[in-house]
């Protein structure tokens, strides 16, 4: 048996609670994206939702979403596999397998130590 973190009941509760029908798809995967990353220790996330195949994409904040803009764009990074794939993606590292343009900001912007 697993347990649930006590920080996902809100959203968990939310979701339940919204019947299939009236749910604003967009709106529930913003609070995903907003929650997730406090849980799982990450500094962001990018959702990707293929709609009649026009990729949309929803994010935890404006950051995660240039992110996510710039490997759609190139076509790169874990974002693009996991479009070509249809399995999610998950990364510490995006300066070592996204694009090369988000490498180059990354190395700029992260600071080691």
């Not at 406090?38 to 709609?51: P, Q, R, S, T």
């Not at 935890?60 to 979403?65: F, L, M």
């Not at 992110?67 to 710039?70: A, H, P």
């Given at each position: 048996m697993t347990t649930t973190d006590a920080s996902l009941m809100p959203l968990i509760l939310q979701l339940g609670r919204t019947a299939a029908a009236s749910m604003d798809v967009m709106a529930a995967l913003g609070s995903v994206c907003t929650t997730?990353?406090?849980?799982?220790?990450?500094?962001?996330?990018?959702?990707?939702?293929?709609?009649?195949g026009a990729p949309t994409l929803t994010a935890?904040?404006?950051?995660?979403?240039w992110?996510?803009?710039?490997q759609q764009n190139a076509e790169m990074g874990p974002l693009a596999a996991a479009l070509r794939t249809g399995r999610p993606m998950l990364t510490a590292d995006l300066t070592r397998i996204g694009p090369p343009a988000l490498a180059g900001t990354m190395k700029r912007t992260t600071r080691v130590g």
């Open positions: 997730a990353p406090k849980v799982v220790g990450v500094a962001g996330a990018v959702i990707l939702l293929d709609i009649n935890s904040d404006a950051r995660a979403i992110l996510g803009e710039l």
